[in-house]
């Protein structure tokens, strides 16, 4: 029997880990934030793409990481569905996840490619594929994209 304090101190051990590493990516995902909103102030239209792609994928990510899914992924929305689709999270949480899901597909891993290295099939350079409107749509996209998933942080984290 007195295992079981061990244990509650190891699984202490391992949430207070989760709180960390969802905190990270949630500041990772602030920072990219950040520095897309400075490159749409200076019409970097690109690297606003960039950045915005960045904050949507580290704030994927760290819901992800809030059900136990590792973090190994740079299409969480694929991961995102499949948890709904199980019934692995609540209604209320489905339907927060639900208001991202669109912005993670579109922002996948290929836009991310195209933000980097432009589309090569087409000679086309990364700097020539992004203009002010789809800067504004990505930028939208990542602040969504921020509040939600803090939203769901704070509110899974509290029911831990």
């Keep these: 029997m007195q295992c079981l304090p061990q244990a509650g101190i190891i699984l202490k051990e391992i949430v207070m880990d989760l709180h960390r590493d969802v905190d990270y990516r949630l500041e990772l995902a602030r920072g990219f934030l950040n520095e897309a909103e400075q490159d749409c102030s200076l019409k970097r239209w690109r690297a606003c793409?960039?950045?915005?792609?960045?904050?949507?994928?580290?704030?994927?990510?760290?819901?992800?990481?809030?059900?136990?899914?590792?973090?190994?992924?740079?299409?969480?929305?694929?991961?995102?569905?499949?948890?709904?689709?199980?019934?692995?999270?609540?209604?209320?949480?489905?339907?927060?996840?639900?208001?991202?899901?669109?912005?993670?597909?579109?922002?996948?891993?290929?836009?991310?490619?195209?933000?980097?290295?432009?589309?090569?099939?087409?000679y086309q350079l990364p700097w020539e594929l992004f203009n002010e409107a789809e800067a504004m749509q990505a930028l939208e996209a990542a602040r969504k994209s921020m509040r939600v998933s803090s939203e769901l942080a704070d509110m899974v984290q509290v029911a831990d």
């Design 49 to 122: 793409v960039s950045g915005s792609i960045l904050v949507l994928e580290n704030s994927g990510l760290a819901v992800l990481m809030l059900f136990g899914v590792s973090a190994m992924t740079h299409k969480p929305a694929r991961h995102l569905s499949q948890l709904m689709a199980e019934g692995t999270v609540t209604k209320e949480v489905a339907e927060l996840i639900e208001e991202i899901l669109p912005e993670l597909e579109k922002y996948d891993s290929h836009e991310k490619m195209l933000a980097k290295y432009g589309n090569e099939s087409s």
